[in-house]
């Protein structure tokens, strides 16, 4: 088709998407569908044309082939959402809106952008009196079309305007809608980098039950899927367990092999799981069950490596085989396992997003946000709900783990996640991120840990000082003098 638009007599969008890729196609049609006018403009206007010839049918869309055309159909004040390219392009198409906005009109963008990049086009945007709102849509391309989890940050005057359309679009759980203002400039954005990070965690953890179950006890993967199905009736509900069963299920129809078995198993990875362990760094978070997710996949890519490891270490090594006697309380210890080290995943991405609000500035409810991630995104899951209560109680938890429900859980499963990266181990199937949660929860439950004797090494190398735990203050000890102890 080559129909051109005609420029718009009146404005009559209350909202426009610029990008219709398959997310910003599938945003326009959630919102024509709940009622919106949708203004419509892509830089290539065959995309716009293809969405209303194959769509048009479904609401109101006001498509145009200019920028120009694009904001005289948009009614004040104008509120476009970007959905292209993240980076260059999404910098591109701000260009062009604030040539074309005036003051008080918001532009968004819902792309997956860096947080730190949205900060500055905030600021950027700002200037010209328009606002500037980086929001975080998590979902893909189904939960885009069919109710997204949301995550908006920018102005309180922006999200007046926006909060009403953007609930009209996202999933609904018991009743509310999966969105929630996060915070100012670049707090959307930062929640969904976050999101990302414990969605790798959450797909590591379920990898290696998998392993054990696959390589260590001997089931099949259809054997498994059947597992994952039951899971998906307990703690564990959620979208990742419940994709896993079909995955799992799922049989090539080349070679009549179960599909994971025919899949290259080299995962690949786009990079937020990368900014949240990057971030986390530079906040001194440790998030490590989702570090040794994104780790975990970047050694699976490591092929040359793998070859040579394989062909040297096999005599004496074990197998991964584990000698599981009692089948069913392996799963269910596995299960066990996986539940607490998914506690742990949590509890650490939280801790990153109240770090990072503290240093940009945020006023972030992780009770909210607890709310909004229980439909419509990845890592929706029956958990969350927990989280929310737990974040709403007189005194918020100073962790996670230490909330009354999860403390409880992490008492009834320790006995099980130690033995089952006990027996990992020592059968020789990989648990990094098992092995990490578990190692983390003993960390903070330690009461000595040897952080003394590091402060001791770097007093000894770098005159660093320590603290004492009789005294206040700095203490350095003369350690290439008479090794007495100065005040520093
Ligand atoms: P893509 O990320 O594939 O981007 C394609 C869109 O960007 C097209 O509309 C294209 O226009 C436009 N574009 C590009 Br490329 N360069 C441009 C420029 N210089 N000026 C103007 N427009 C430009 O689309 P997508 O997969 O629909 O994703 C859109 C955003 O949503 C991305 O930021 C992505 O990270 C995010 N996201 C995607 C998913 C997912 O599941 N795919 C999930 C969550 C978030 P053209 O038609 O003229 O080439």
Redesign the pocket.
Known sequence: MTTSFSAPASPTANIGVV??????SNLARNLARHGNTVALY???AQ?TRDLVAEHGDEGAFVPAETVADFAASLQRPRTAII????G??TD??IDELVEVFEPGDIIVD???AQFTDTIRREAAVREHGIHFVGAG??G??EGALNGPSIMPGGSDESYATLGPILASIAAVVDGEPCVTHVGTDGAGHFVKMVHNGIEYADMQLIGESYDLLRRGAGLTPAEIADVFAQWNTTELDSYLVEITAEVLRQVDAATGRPLVDVITDQAGMKGTGTWTVQNALDLAVPVTGIAEAVFARGLSGRTAQREAAQARFTEGQPTGELGVTDRDAFIEAVRLALFASKIVAYAQGFDEITAGAEKYGWQIDLGEIARIWRGGCIIRARFLGTITEAYAADEPPVSLITAPYFAAALDATHAAWRQVVAHATLGGIPVPAFASSLAYFDGLRSPRLPAALIQGQRDFFGAHTYGRIDRPGAFHTLWSGDRSEVEA
Not at 19 to 24: D, E, F, K, Q, T
């Open positions: 990008g219709l890729a398959v997310m910003g892509n830089r290539t995309r959905m292209v390219k993240a260059a392009p591109a198409v819902g792309g997956n849509i998590s893909g391309e």
